[in-house]
């Protein structure tokens, strides 16, 4: 069961599954359900600690809750809402990162701690592009978001830019990863099939698009959600720079 397209991380958590307590519906939709329920407690976090405010997260994470599509993906077995749980605990590893906190076991010495963060990064890599390849997508805005801050210099004294290495450098074992995963150990002619089963588009038409799925869950009111979007954006760029930066690169990269 190796074709890319199938959410192989998924078929194998849901091969064991079935496998120790049989064939029961219920048992495949159970680990995605799970996801989507942490991905709600998430997305209030979130929300409030980008605004300072438990309103906003209670909205943030009640918008979630009735979202047609975060519904349909929580009682299905596919990996979407698998990528989205990593998604959400890498922009809240950052945002730790840029106020200067980062993994550290009182117990432990500084080089085991940063090792062990480099393997939990990696792993977070690994996982989401082989739950779903276009993941990569996702670490690729990353990288671009740490290295436009470290290469930014002294415009944000606030950041210890140390911080931020130890994450770019994961992203960079994790497209290595990527290429073993996908180029190695997967037979070319698998990923040629799924590959000319995919989306395909053009650059002039990729971020219209991606506005476009972006919105599509709340269709009614699209134009409103797009502006009330902005107006958001606007506010944190006001409160932190850093934070916009990081929800613009993340937004558009997927």
């Known amino acids: 069961y190796q074709y890319p397209n199938n ?25 995605l359900l799970i996801c989507g329920m942490v991905s709600i407690c998430q997305v209030y976090y ?29 009682t299905n077995a596919r990996g979407y809402l698998v990528i989205m749980v990593l998604a959400l605990i890498v922009v809240t590893c950052l945002l730790n990162r840029l106020e200067g ?3 550290k076991a009182k117990k432990l010495s500084n080089r085991i701690s940063r090792g062990g963060a480099f393997l939990g990064w990696l792993g977070i890599w690994l996982v989401g592009t082989w739950t779903v390849p276009t993941f990569l997508f996702f670490e690729a805005s990353v ?38 995963q996908y180029f190695v150990l997967i037979d070319s002619g698998m990923l040629a099939h799924a590959s000319s089963h995919a989306a395909k588009t053009t650059w002039p038409l990729l971020f219209p698009e991606i506005i476009a799925e972006w919105i599509k869950p709340f269709e009614l009111a699209s134009i409103l ?9 606007r506010k944190i760029v006001q409160q932190n720079q850093n934070w916009a930066f990081l929800l613009v690169c993340v937004w558009l990269g997927p």
């Open 7 to 31: 959410h192989i991380f998924m078929s194998l958590v849901l091969s064991f599954l079935l496998k120790t307590f049989g064939l029961k519906e219920w048992l495949l939709r159970m680990p």
């Open 46 to 74: 979130f929300g409030r600690r980008l605004s300072r405010s438990s309103t906003v997260g209670f909205f943030t994470a009640f918008l979630m809750a009735i979202c047609e599509k975060h519904i349909f993906y929580s």
């Open 101 to 103: 906190h980062s993994f």
């Open 143 to 180: 990288a671009i978001f740490i290295v436009g801050l470290l290469l930014a210099g002294n415009s944000f004294p606030t950041i210890k830019k140390d911080y931020l290495l130890l994450p770019l450098a994961s992203c960079v074992a994790g497209s290595i990863g990527f290429y073993l």
């Open 225 to 233: 959600l797009f502006l009330f979007s902005l107006m958001a954006l």
